[in-house]
């Protein structure tokens, strides 16, 4: 089992920044991508950043440029910096991780963090 604690969300104004941080625990002997996930009230949850063990990074393009996503393999943790925030970024965020397994991967939720950025 991982478990993933995530923290660093909260109220910001718009054009703010914060900084989500999730760190892996347990069985997390083959973490194959660590990412980020949101979902705002009555829509779907989407990718908003991940990064995999060789560091190829993908984001979404409504954070192009504003979002960075970084990984401590050392910490199996995590991070993403999030400027020039935007009211419609408002959103919980997610924290996923895949772990490759003999036969199949596995895959991980964090309990989730607010982020609301204020107009």
């Known amino acids: 089992q991982v478990q993933l604690v995530e923290s660093g969300g909260g109220l910001v104004q718009d054009g703010g920044s914060l900084r989500l941080s999730c760190a892996a625990s347990g069985s997390v002997f083959s973490i194959e991508t660590m990412g980020w996930y949101r979902q705002a009230p009555g829509k779907q949850r989407d990718l908003v950043a991940v990064?995999?063990?060789?560091?190829?990074?993908n984001y979404a393009d409504s954070v192009k440029g504003r979002f960075a996503i970084a990984r401590d393999n050392a910490k199996n943790t995590v991070y993403l910096q999030m400027n020039s925030l935007k009211p419609e970024d408002t959103a919980v965020y997610y924290c996923?991780?895949?772990?490759?397994?003999?036969?199949?991967?596995?895959?991980?939720w964090g309990q989730g963090t607010q982020v609301t950025v204020s107009s």
């Open positions: 996923n991780v895949v772990i490759t397994g003999s036969i199949v991967n596995y895959e991980y």
């Open positions: 990064i995999t063990n060789s560091g190829t990074i």
